[in-house]
């Protein structure tokens, strides 16, 4: 069971555009979520996160964006560079340290 | 201040064999999870260990185990090796209970 649906799979988007990026989840007890940035061969980098009490938090040109109670967030980097090309995981932290992750989205960002 | 230490990077086992990962989680952290990374699959949680107790266990045989020391570095070992445990495992430290995870480069595990 997939608990946490994330979209598109790829996207490519023009230097300078928004990239915007789609998770749905289903388990009500998650109370934290994060989005990760994964580079080939390297490990996940923590990107921004934010918990269910606050509908948007914003951090440089990365923005979360949240909605309680469709289950939905979704991430938005404004000013998109080719250096943003990556792989972006969201993901629903559940009871203590317990990550369950999206699909990914794979990130072109052409010059 | 050091990042998530995982060794090592790359390993390749034969079908049957056991295998044992490290992980030094960042210095004051107490929590570690591990994951495991393939391309069908994705990230999926194995077990989280904190202060040297495993709190949280995934959907994985028992053939993967892990344990935590008092210094808060964490060994998974996987026994009986087979082609599909051929992945990315990966290291998570978080400074305690629902906080932020960091995760280590990996180790690449090829069983053949």
């Known amino acids: 069971q997939q608990q946490v649906k994330q979209s598109p799979q790829s996207l490519i988007v023009q230097k300078g555009g928004i990239s915007i990026i789609n998770c749905a989840y289903e388990?009500?007890?998650?109370?934290?979520f994060p989005w990760y940035q994964q580079f080939p061969g390297k490990g996940p980098a923590l990107l921004i996160a934010i918990r269910p009490d606050v509908s948007e938090k914003k951090e440089g040109r990365f923005t979360i964006s949240f909605n309680k109670s469709a289950k939905q967030f979704s991430l938005h980097i404004m000013d998109s560079q080719p250096g943003d090309s990556a792989t972006y995981f969201c993901a629903g932290n559940k009871v203590g340290n317990m990550l369950t992750f999206g699909g990914g989205t794979r990130l072109m960002v052409k010059p | 201040k050091a990042g998530v230490t995982q060794t090592p990077r790359y390993l390749i086992k034969t079908r049957g064999q056991q295998v044992t990962l490290s992980c030094s989680p960042i210095s004051g952290h107490r929590s570690v999870s591990w994951y495991q990374q393939t391309p069908g699959q994705g990230l999926q949680f194995l077990f989280e260990y904190f202060s040297e107790t495993q709190r949280n266990k995934g959907n994985f045989p028992g053939r993967f185990s892990g344990r935590q020391f008092s210094n808060s570095r964490s060994e998974m070992n996987v026994s009986t090796l087979e082609l599909g445990d051929s992945a990315l495992y990966l290291c998570?430290?978080?400074?305690?209970?629902?906080?932020?995870?960091?995760f280590g480069q990996g180790t690449r595990l090829t069983v053949v």
């Open positions: 998570a430290s978080s400074l305690a209970y629902n906080t932020e995870a960091f």
């Open positions: 388990n009500t007890a998650f109370d934290y």
